[in-house]
Structure formats: C-alpha cells, structure tokens
Nanobody, 123 residues
Framework: QVQLVESAGGSVQSGGSLRLSCTAS????????MGWFRRAPGKRRVAVAI???????NYGDFVLGRFTISKDNTKNILYLQMNGLQPEDTAMYYC?????????????????WGQGIQVTVSS
C-alpha cells in the first residue's frame, strides 16, 4: 500500500528552523522521485524541493539555499530541513512522489501525496 505520512511541522518565529519528515513506503525512497510541495493561503501549491533515486536534488527558486532535502533509505524517511524561515514560508507542506523526476515542479505529475502538515512562521 502506498503511503506518505508527514510529521514534525509546527510554529516558529522568523529566522527559526524546522525539519519536516515524511515516512514513505520503502520502495519509494529507493526508486522514486520524492518531493516536498507547499500551499500558502490563497495560493496554488508549488514545488519546494525534490530528490531522485541518485540523491540529486532540485529546489524552487524561492528556497535561496535555506532548505535541504534528504532521505534516509534505512528508515524510509524523507526530510526537509528548513532554516531561516520567514513568515512567507507559512503554508501547508506536502510530501509527494512519482516514478521519475522529469517535469518535477508540476504537481499534476505526482501520483502519491501525503495529507499535509502545517508550518507557521511568525514575525
């Protein structure tokens, strides 16, 4: 059964850090394109970062070196380390996956989604 479960969101002050986790089916981390998306209030869902089976990562332009995506294949967990958080990073964050990373920013290409987890950054 395909399953993606996010955890460890929450509230932080501007400049703070959070590390999101996504527990995934084992075969996904080994062979799929894994990513994080976010949807801010009133805005469309956008790609934050993705990582492929070779651990090659890509990031949305707005990340500006603040976030790092990684995965632990032994624990079946995908991470998103977020540093230097700003109020504009406030959003619901989603874990997603698909078979390859072609066209990675396009949410419509992703087959599997987690339920989402809230991140709130206060000024």
């Amino acid at each position: 059964q395909v399953q993606l479960v996010e955890s460890a969101g929450g509230s932080v002050q501007s400049g703070g850090s959070l590390r999101l986790s996504c527990t995934a089916s084992r075969y996904m981390l080994n062979g799929y394109c894994m990513g994080w998306f976010r949807r801010a209030p009133g805005k469309r869902r956008v790609a934050v970062a993705i990582i492929d089976q070779y651990d090659t990562a890509n990031y949305g332009d707005f990340v500006l070196g603040r976030f790092t995506i990684s995965k632990d294949n032994t624990k079946n967990i995908l991470y998103l380390q977020m540093n230097g958080l700003q109020p504009e990073d406030t959003a619901m964050y989603y874990c997603a996956s698909k078979t390859n990373c072609m066209g990675w920013p396009d949410e419509l290409r992703y087959s599997y989604w987690g339920q989402g987890i809230q991140v709130t950054v206060s000024s």
